[in-house]
């Protein structure tokens, strides 16, 4: 996000715009943490993870009251327009936001989820991913050495992005996710299969909500099915989402930060940048945020021939 933040104010004052930085989302707009914003104020942090400007969820914006408080705030400010970046649930508020007032907003897709539609991928999604494979790595060493099947649970909210790719990146048996139910009959012949060719150790990725109780539920009915099995769980959990972003999300997070200012000077509002084929692409918010985001059922196939 630091480098999109970047972007965004170094582009708009360029165009001789004024920028201000908004701390803490909506809750921070409701509450008037707002600061002007110099190019001094971005400098050296598009290396940085995570975001200067912070996050925080608002249950206040959520109610008309709220939503109206934001708004004065932004009339106080004397601000023309907004971009925000984020999810389904920032996009969620800036749409409702956008339609209540008539308020030219322009969104920028930040979630490592990639769950959201109209974009090939998510500012930081890439980070989520490397890091993922990263620790990956790691466990199969310990994996490999004690003969042991790991499930390693991986964010994703209800998408299987991380996990999928995650799994065909870092070599993984097998992947579980929500878009795609695996019974327990498909558990037992993965492990059946998987020991029968010789290997010794299994790795098995696991997103988020795909079982009850998660990875730890899943591991647990494996060793009341499965005792012969040394079973271990490994929960990545916020070690995902933090680290220095990779070459790819900065170049995503700066095209797409230029990208939404260039939309406000050509009249556009509510509608997030993203990016297909390489290229740019104004999507409507509510394209976006409601219209399912499929994974590619090509690439489970591929994950099942190489890791036979």
């Not at 106080?76 to 308020?103: C, E, M, P, W």
């Not at 990639?114 to 890091?131: E, P, S, V």
């Not at 579980?176 to 059946?192: G, N, T």
């Amino acid at each position: 996000m630091n480098a999109a933040i970047r972007a965004v104010t170094r582009a708009a004052i360029s165009n001789e715009m004024t920028v201000k930085g908004i701390y803490r989302g909506y809750k921070g707009l409701i509450s008037d943490e707002i600061e002007d914003f110099k190019t001094q104020h971005v400098s050296n942090i598009i290396q940085r993870g995570g975001t200067i400007l912070k996050a925080a969820r608002s249950e206040e914006f959520k109610t008309s009251e709220g939503m109206q408080i934001a708004y004065d705030r932004i009339i106080k400010h004397g601000i023309d327009a907004l971009v925000v970046i984020g999810g389904d649930g920032t996009l969620t508020g800036a749409r409702y936001l956008a339609q209540k007032y008539n308020f030219p907003i322009v969104g920028l897709p930040g979630t490592i989820d990639n769950d959201l539609y109209g974009t090939d991928t998510t500012i930081g999604y890439d980070t989520a991913l490397n890091t993922i494979v990263e620790c990956v790595d790691k466990i199969r060493d310990t994996a490999t050495s004690h003969d042991r099947i790991f499930f390693i649970e991986i964010m994703g909210r209800y998408a299987g992005f991380l996990a999928l790719n995650g799994a065909i990146a870092s070599g993984a048996e097998a992947v579980m996710i929500p878009e795609i139910s695996m019974h327990k009959d498909q558990l037992a012949e993965l492990i059946k299969t998987g020991f029968r060719k010789s290997k010794n150790s299994s790795i098995v990725l696991v997103a988020e909500n795909t079982v009850p109780g998660g990875a730890m539920g899943l591991a647990e009915r494996v060793k009341h099915e499965y005792p012969q099995f040394d079973v271990r769980v490994s929960i990545l959990g916020h070690l995902q989402r933090g680290g220095n972003p990779t070459a790819q999300d900065r170049i995503l997070a700066t095209r797409t930060g230029v990208a939404a200012i260039e939309a406000l000077l050509e009249d556009q509002r509510n509608v997030m940048v993203g990016i297909q084929n390489d290229k740019i692409v104004l999507v409507p918010f509510v394209k976006a945020i409601k219209n399912d985001k499929p994974v590619d059922p090509n690439l489970l196939n591929v994950l099942e021939i190489v890791s036979k």
